[in-house]
């Protein structure tokens, strides 16, 4: 599963940007897909990831203000992301696990998302 990652940019607190991963040549049927984010000096940590069922998980620092969703056909999962702050900014990356597999398998290049004060 090759995955495509993008949509991040330069926001200022308080604004919203909507990122976007995209399979290539296939769809996520029978996939979770998550995304993720790391921020210079610390570790890559979980932000949210969407089910083969449509079911959505979050961390606790982004519940209530991001949002993970699919399109119908399953070839792009999006993170809408609003009331940004500057400790959002990171790297995001998606990636793609197969339902019956506990890790996740595939990675997208990251997306640069930057929050100013």
């Known amino acids: 599963v090759q995955l495509q990652a993008f949509g991040g940019g330069l926001v200022q607190a308080g604004g919203s940007l909507r990122l976007s991963c995209a399979a290539s040549?296939?769809?996520?049927?029978?996939?979770?897909i998550g995304w993720f984010r790391q921020a210079p000096g610390k570790e890559r940590g979980f932000v949210a990831a969407i089910g083969d069922a449509g079911g959505t998980t979050y961390a606790h620092s982004v519940k209530g203000r991001f949002t993970i969703s699919r399109d119908a056909a399953k070839t792009t999962v999006y993170l809408q992301m609003n009331s940004l702050k500057p400790e959002d900014t990171a790297v995001y990356y998606c990636?793609?696990?197969?339902?019956?597999?506990?890790?996740?398998?595939?990675w997208g290049q990251g997306t640069q998302v930057t929050v100013s004060s």
């Open positions: 040549g296939r769809t996520f049927d029978n996939y979770f």
């Open positions: 990636a793609a696990r197969n339902r019956f597999e506990a890790k996740y398998k595939y």
